[in-house]
């Protein structure tokens, strides 16, 4: 309303608020359209309620259980008795930080074997074996210059 058409007449009916409300209105975000995504192959994510979907989680104890597991308690209890045999007098604590730093080791180990067998087959498709031979060659020596 314009402050010229208010007058004492009209000034009890003026709705002052309504200008705020509209302001509040359309701050309200729109709704987002549900994404259907599934829990498992064939198990829908909507109205599950109660469902026991702890087979399909690697870490649980039932998916070890039923042979999906990541075997992550049985490479834990190898590395906790090659530790407790090397070093008898280790604490649990000096035990978990070892036994992190060794995976985070042989889990970079193996990204970059992986990465470097990559880059070698994909050459030798690519490219042929007369270039991949000296792109293997070279991983080769990069790799055993870096150990040194």
Do not use: C
Request: glycine share 6%.
């Amino acid at each position: 309303m314009n402050r010229n058409e208010i007058n004492n007449q009209n000034i009890f009916d003026i709705d002052w608020s309504a200008q705020e409300r509209r302001a509040f209105l359309k701050s309200i975000p729109k709704p987002k359209p549900i994404r259907r995504s599934g829990i498992g192959r064939g198990l829908p994510a909507t109205g599950l309620i109660g469902l026991d979907v702890s087979i399909l989680d690697r870490r649980s104890v039932k998916a070890q259980l039923a042979g999906h597991g990541d075997m992550r308690a049985a490479w834990w209890n190898l590395n906790e008795m090659l530790h407790k045999f090397l070093a008898p007098t280790a604490s649990t604590e000096q035990i978990m930080f070892s036994f992190h730093r060794r995976h985070h080791a042989i889990t970079l180990l193996r990204l970059a074997l992986i990465a470097d067998y990559r880059r070698i087959v994909t050459t030798l498709i690519n490219h042929g074996v007369i270039k991949g031979v000296p792109v293997a060659i070279r991983l080769f020596q990069r790799n055993s210059s870096a150990e040194r």
